[in-house]
């Protein structure tokens, strides 16, 4: 499976790997992948459980895959038919944990000198300064890897992992506890830095907001196998599948039956199974009477306060907010549509917006959807 | 005096030796997974609930001229080690063992195992991730086990009657001196004695836990502070 760009680089780190789960969890799938990744960071998507780290732990050795074969640049780590299994530590692939493993006895000078233990002394200090300055965090050498900041340490885990020079570079949600500066400021350090080693990265996240911010190739795995992959604006905002809608932030998801296919106009209509809402959305494969999921993001809708006129969006939808609670910076409505109040749309407003209707629970309202932003998925059997 | 100086040198002598036989034997038991393992784990912890008398007699017979032991020691040394100071070791090696494999073994499993591979995926081999990362970060485990030997050892009383007798200078221990004396209506002298291991034992007891408190803050606080 090829991914975006692997046709001008070619793939350095190429795996097919298939291992049943066991214990632990409650999930009893196998992570059965086959995947690519060309130089440049490429991103693993999906919810907890999903396998990703499975993924990233076989990749780097730590787990034995039951079947599978796993190569860098052309030369084997793994192959389970010809017995080659070469150890972790040798693989010369590096790993950066979620608990980043940072050795806390050990200064920060020491940490990311520990790979370098083959190298001659005067080598390795110019190797761990020149690691420090890359990472910023020179002027923290001397302290110990416990008492510094969440971002430093995420800084000194990176320069320890990449000091060894390695072929590949794990990350497995690396960022995920720092805010968005911090965030933003050390993936330019970590881009800088593969500018000139270009050597593949895999980013494991299951948060769309990190998706988006580091941008590159995405592979999507549900259930231990990979459903999508693309670019992360293709792959993501216009999911195939229920699971990868709700993974990536589509709160509404409803199933209808199509009732109306209007080819000359491009759109289909829809009509949700409970009750007697009915949804202009973009034609897709179907014939008149066929089961779909349609994916709504709660971002997409618009709440009016009066019946709008002279607007463009072909979706009206007059109901009454139930709940309205804030979530940080935004508030989240829910809103039960008068055809059948069963039918509850999830709509995302900004403080200022929800300020300015006066909205209210119990107050009629109406939905604004546009046609494009109703996404008709596959996995409801599409005929 | 004697059988005190006698006590403190077997008991340091036998925490030197089993910390140097329950490193290994701990890190085997902690971080390798065979189908026997539970067997020898048993056989580790035996000392815990055998009578001192049990264990002295078989070590008494091993250490014996015609017992395997002994019979070593008569092609090595030209001499059985039953009622020496040597065989007065062996069987506290054996009678203390699980108050040092214990604590390894739980510090040992307590590790957070991302370290461990984090040292393998920079390179390390087995025994510089032990040294550089298990071994220190172990440091509280490795007091409590060596003082708990120490103590141990310094207090038994029935392996040693049993396996050294009572021989002054070579394996008259202080609890056997203590008892010999109350044997022969000695109580002053007796009392001398067990104050003296009493106040020994305490001071060495708290002087450590102390120190090893001191120790696990330092290396535990870290880690609550994630």
């Known amino acids: ?383 | 005096m004697d059988a005190l100086i006698l006590s403190v040198r077997l008991a340091a002598c036998v925490s030197l030796i089993l910390l140097l036989i329950g490193m290994p034997l701990a890190y085997w038991l902690a971080y390798w997974n065979w189908r026997g393992k539970f067997l020898l784990e048993a056989v580790v912890a035996l000392p815990l609930v055998l009578p001192p008398t049990v264990l002295g007699f078989y070590v008494l017979i091993a250490l014996g001229p015609h017992g395997p032991i002994g019979k070593i020691s008569e092609i090595l040394f030209h001499r059985g080690l039953a009622f020496t100071f040597g065989g007065l070791v062996f069987a506290s090696v054996l009678y203390s063992l699980p108050f040092t494999v214990q604590p390894l073994i739980a510090s040992f499993e307590g590790m957070d195992r991302r370290l461990l591979d984090a040292s393998a995926l920079l390179g390390a081999s087995r025994f510089r991730t032990f040294a550089k990362v298990i071994l220190p970060l172990s440091l509280p485990g490795i007091v409590t086990a060596v003082v708990l030997s120490f103590a141990h050892t310094l207090g038994e009383f029935g392996v040693v009657l049993m396996v050294g007798g009572n021989l002054p200078g070579i394996t008259r221990t202080a609890s056997i001196d203590i008892y010999d004396r109350v044997q022969s209506m000695e109580y002053a002298a007796a009392n001398r004695m067990a104050l003296v291991l009493l106040i020994v034992s305490f001071v060495v007891l708290s002087t450590v836990y102390g120190v090893n408190r001191r120790i696990g803050r330092r290396v535990w606080a870290s880690w609550a502070a994630r």
């Not at chain 1, 980043?100 to 000198?113: H, K």
């Not at chain 1, 080819?263 to 959305?281: F, H, K, P, S």
């Open chain 1, 1 to 383: 499976m090829g991914l975006v760009g692997s046709e001008i680089n070619p793939p350095l780190l190429a795996a097919r790997l298939r291992k049943a789960r066991s214990g632990r969890t409650r999930s009893s799938f196998a992570l059965d992948v086959a995947i690519e990744i060309p130089p440049g960071i490429t991103i693993v998507f999906g919810r907890s459980g999903a396998g990703k780290s499975t993924l990233l732990d076989c990749i780097a050795g730590l787990l034995k895959p039951d079947t599978g074969r796993i190569e860098i640049a052309g030369e084997v780590l793994l192959d389970v038919d010809r017995r080659i299994d070469v150890p972790p530590a040798k693989r010369k692939i590096a790993y950066v944990f979620q608990s980043l493993a940072l050795f806390p006895q050990m200064t920060v000078e020491q940490n990311v000198a520990y790979g370098l233990a083959d190298m001659p002394a005067s080598e390795r200090v110019l190797r761990v300064n020149s690691m420090l300055e890359a990472f910023r965090v020179e002027q923290l050498a001397k302290r110990k890897a416990d008492e510094i900041s969440g971002g430093e340490q995420q800084r000194v885990a990176l320069a320890r992992s990449l000091a060894t020079s390695p072929r590949v570079l794990l990350l497995d949600e690396p960022l995920t506890a720092l805010d968005e500066g911090l965030k933003k400021s050390i993936m330019e350090d970590l881009r800088r830095w593969n500018a000139a080693q270009n050597i593949p990265i895999l980013y494991v996240t299951h948060s769309r907001a990190e998706v988006d911010a580091v941008g590159e190739g995405v592979i999507v795995l549900e259930q231990g196998k990979i459903i999508s992959t693309g670019r992360p604006h293709e792959v993501l905002d216009a999911p195939r599948s229920s699971a990868l809608a709700q993974a990536s932030g589509f709160d509404n998801l409803f199933s209808g039956v199509v009732t109306e296919l209007r080819e000359a106009d491009g759109v289909m209509r829809v009509q949700l199974v409970r009750g007697a809402c009915e949804i202009e959305t973009p034609l897709g494969y179907a014939v008149v009477g066929t089961a779909v999921r349609l994916a709504i993001r709660a971002g997409d809708i618009l709440l009016a306060t009066e019946r709008p006129y002279g607007l463009s969006a072909r979706n009206v939808i007059a109901g009454r907010i139930i709940s309205l609670e804030q979530r940080g910076t935004m508030f989240v409505a829910k809103v039960a549509a008068d055809a059948d109040g069963a039918v509850v749309f999830t709509v995302h407003l900004t403080l200022g917006a929800k300020r300015a209707l006066e909205l209210e629970v119990n107050q009629p309202v109406w939905l604004v959807i546009k046609t494009h932003s109703c996404h008709v998925l596959e996995d409801a059997k599409i005929v």
